[in-house]
C-alpha cells in the first residue's frame, strides 16, 4: 500500500484507541470443525472511518489447534491470530478460505515445524477503540487456561540462488551506492485450490558491489512488499450521483470490492521466515513483520497484497552475510478469472508505530509522511513488475534481479 493519508481526527482518534494491547476474559467454546467464519471485517464504516485491529496477548503461546477454541475476547468475536516462534511469525485469519490443516501441513512441508499462536485479533470501531482505551487502559495478558505449545526448531533450508551472488556482483557493480534494497526476487503466484491463492516471495541481499542490505535502511522507516491485481471498474446504478472521491475506497460501487480482482485482499493467512548464508534460519521475531491490511483510499480497482518489516535494521547476519527472507501468503481466490499484476517494495514511514508502542503494526506503519522524504541511502523504492507488461495473474511466475534494474523474466509455475 502506498502512503495513506490517515491523519485526519477521525484516524488520530482511532490511533489512540488501539495503542493499548487489550488483554479480555476468552470464552473458549471447544474444538470447531469448521474455522471459517466472517469477521475480518475490514471495510470502512458506513461514516467513512476505518476499523481498527486489537492484539490481545495470551500468557504463554499455544497450539493454532488450541487457538481457535477462542472464539471471543471479553464479549468480541475473535478475527484471527498473531503467530509467532523461533522459526516463522504470520497470522491466520478465521474468515480466509484456508482451512487450519491446509495452513499447518503447508508450514511442516516448507520448515518442518509448527506454528505458536501469541494472540488473537479482534476488529472494532474506532470510536469503540477509544472507549475501552478510557474505560480499561493497559490490562494484563489473557490468561487462556489452555497448555503452553512450544514448537520444534525448523529445519535448515537452502538458500536462495547463492550461485546469483557472483553473478549479480559482475553486473550491478555500478548500478547503485548502497541500498536497502534486494537484489533478487522471485515471485510465484497460483492457485492453490478454487478457493485460495498461494503467493511464494523469495528475496535475497547478496552484500555485493553496490552494497546491499535491509540493515542500511534509514532510522525510523521500514519497508512494504507489495503486489497489486488490477480490475475494471463495475458500474454504478443509474442515476448514480457523482460525489468526491467516487471510485476510491471504500465508495465503490459494491461492498465486495476487495474481491473485484483474481485475488482478494481480505487479510489473509501468511507466514514468513529469514535465513543466512547456506540457509541457516534465524528468528525473525525482530524484525516486526506485518501483514497490511488497510486499504481505505485505495482505487476500487486496485487490490493490494502487502506484508511489511518494520525493523530491516535489525536483519540478521551470517558469516558471509547472504540475507534472505521467504513470505508465504494464501489469500482468498477472487471474482476475476485473471488480473493484470505489478508490483514493488517501498519505503514507510514509521512514526506512528514509535508514538504508539502497543499499536499493531498494520495499522502504524505508513501512517503518517512525518519524516518527510525518504533520506537513502537507496531510493524510495524498487520495481518487482510494472503493470504495463499486461502479465495476469495467476499463474504467473517470475524473477527480477539487478535491483529491478534488467528486464524481470517470467517462468513456469
Known amino acids: 500500500m502506498r502512503y495513506r493519508e490517515l491523519v485526519s481526527t477521525a484516524f488520530k482518534a482511532g490511533a489512540i484507541g488501539a495503542v493499548v494491547l487489550l488483554s479480555m476474559t476468552a470464552t ?43 472464539r471471543s475476547v471479553r464479549g ?163 442515476g448514480t450521483p457523482s460525489f468526491p472521491n467516487k471510485d476510491q475506497r471504500p465508495n465503490c460501487a459494491g461492498d465486495d470490492y476487495k474481491d473485484w480482482a483474481s485475488v482478494s485482499n481480505e487479510p489473509f493467512d501468511w507466514y514468513a521466515l529469514v535465513y543466512v548464508d547456506e540457509g541457516t534460519l534465524f528468528t525473525p521475531t525482530n524484525l516486526g513483520l506485518y501483514g497490511d491490511y488497510n486499504d481505505l483510499f485505495d482505487e476500487c480497482t486496485r487490490s493490494s497484497v502487502t506484508v511489511g518489516m518494520a525493523n530491516p535494521q535489525v536483519f540478521p547476519c551470517g558469516v558471509n552475510c547472504y540475507q534472505n527472507m521467504d513470505l508465504y501468503l494464501f489469500p482468498d481466490r477472487g471474482q476475476d478469472d485473471a488480473s493484470t499484476t505489478g508490483g514493488l517494495i517501498q519505503v514507510v514511514d514509521r512514526y506512528m508505530c514509535e508514538q504508539a508502542t502497543t499499536m499493531p503494526l498494520t495499522d502504524c506503519m505508513g501512517a503518517t509522511q512525518y519524516w518527510g522524504d525518504y533520506p537513502g541511502p537507496g531510493e524510495p523504492s524498487r520495481a518487482l513488475l510494472n503493470p504495463d507488461r499486461g502479465w495476469q495473474a495467476p499463474d504467473l511466475c517470475w524473477m527480477t534481479e539487478n535491483f529491478g534494474n534488467w528486464d524481470p523474466f517470467r517462468f513456469s509455475c
Not at 475490514?42 to 481498527?52: E, H, K, L, Y
Not at 490468561?143 to 550491478?172: D, H, N, W, Y
Not at 534486494?182 to 497460483?190: E, G, V
Open 28 to 70: 473458549s467454546e471447544g474444538a470447531v470443525a469448521d474455522t471459517r467464519s466472517d469477521v475480518r471485517g475490514t471495510n470502512a464504516s458506513d461514516d467513512g472511518s476505518r476499523p481498527v485491529r486489537i492484539l490481545t496477548p495470551f500468557d504463554h503461546s499455544i497450539s493454532l489447534e488450541d487457538a481457535t477454541s477462542i
Open 76 to 238: 468480541r468475536e475473535v478475527a484471527g491470530y498473531s503467530i509467532s516462534s523461533a522459526s516463522i511469525v504470520g497470522d491466520f485469519w478465521l474468515g480466509s478460505t484456508m482451512s487450519v490443516e491446509e495452513y499447518l501441513e503447508s508450514i511442516e512441508k516448507t520448515v518442518g515445524t509448527q506454528p505458536e499462536v501469541v494472540g488473537a485479533y479482534t476488529v472494532v470501531t474506532q470510536e469503540e477503540s477509544s472507549r475501552l482505551l478510557s474505560e480499561r487502559g493497559a490490562e494484563a495478558p489473557l490468561v487462556t487456561g489452555l497448555p503452553e505449545f512450544r514448537a520444534p526448531l525448523g529445519r535448515a533450508l537452502q538458500a536462495t540462488s547463492l550461485e546469483k551472488a557472483s553473478e549479480i556482483s559482475m553486473a550491478a557493480a555500478d548500478a547503485a551506492p548502497d541500498t536497502w534494497a534486494p537484489d533478487f526476487a522471485n515471485i510465484q503466484i497460483y492457485d492453490l485450490t478454487t478457493t485460495t491463492v498461494q503467493i511464494v516471495e523469495s528475496y535475497g541481499w547478496f552484500q555485493t558491489d553496490p552494497y546491499n542490505s535491509p540493515n542500511v535502511m534509514a532510522d525510523h522507516w521500514g519497508m512494504e512488499f507489495q503486489l497489486d491485481f488490477y480490475t475494471a471498474p463495475r458500474a454504478w446504478p443509474p
